[in-house]
């Protein structure tokens, strides 16, 4: 019987009869060399039109989640921004807006800082519905009106839970909806 070879494992014979295994070549994997970076499409198009065919340098990003990415706080030349002033409310209510709040606060914690003020009738951090996070603010009703005002100059800008508390009056339904 014949035997019979598919032709895509078939195997010349050496002249010696034996299989060489590495022999006197060194053994290299099937790495590539190290490949260019992959160009993204832009690049592949200004590529394409620049005269010498290299894309230009790449910019720094003006986006927050690339400029993050990229390692760099903000593109050359932009100045720092500075810190961005609350809107101040006056206070009408004895309802009190409380911002820049950790996001480890409770409404515990408020009820103890705002009782050192005045008598607080009810303190609430709101949340994210889905998973009852923090959303970094919350809402103190104190009982008078004068301790609400009190409130609002002894803890506006105090440090609390490492954090600079934002402390002003909430703003009322009516003025909210006229926004």
């Known amino acids: 019987m014949a035997s019979q070879s598919s032709g895509r494992n078939s195997r010349r014979p050496r002249g010696d009869g034996s299989r060489r295994r590495g ?30 065919g290299n894309p230009p340098p790449p910019a720094v990003s003006t986006r927050p989640a690339e400029r993050q990415r990229n390692g760099s706080a ?6 720092a921004r500075g810190s961005r002033k ?4 006056e206070v009408t209510t004895p309802r009190l807006y409380v911002g820049n709040l950790s996001f480890e606060a409770t409404e515990s914690d408020l009820f103890e ?4 003020v005045g008598q607080v009738q009810n303190a ?3 949340t994210y519905k889905h998973n009852q996070r ?23 800008d105090k440090d ?20």
């Open 134 to 156: 923090s959303k970094g603010f919350a809402f103190v009703q104190m009982l008078t009106v004068e301790e609400a005002q009190r409130a609002v100059t002894e803890l506006h």
């Open 160 to 179: 609390f839970l490492g954090r600079k508390l934002v402390v002003s009056g909430a703003k009322s339904s009516e003025h909210h909806s006229a926004n």
């Open 124 to 126: 609430e951090v709101v």
């Open 113 to 116: 800082l705002f009782n050192g």
């Open 74 to 79: 903000r593109p050359a030349g932009e100045p």
């Open 86 to 89: 609350p809107e101040s409310i």
């Open 23 to 52: 022999g006197d070549r060194p053994y290299r994997q099937n790495t590539p060399a190290k490949a260019p970076a992959k160009q993204t499409f832009w690049q592949k198009i200004t590529a394409f039109f620049s005269p010498d």
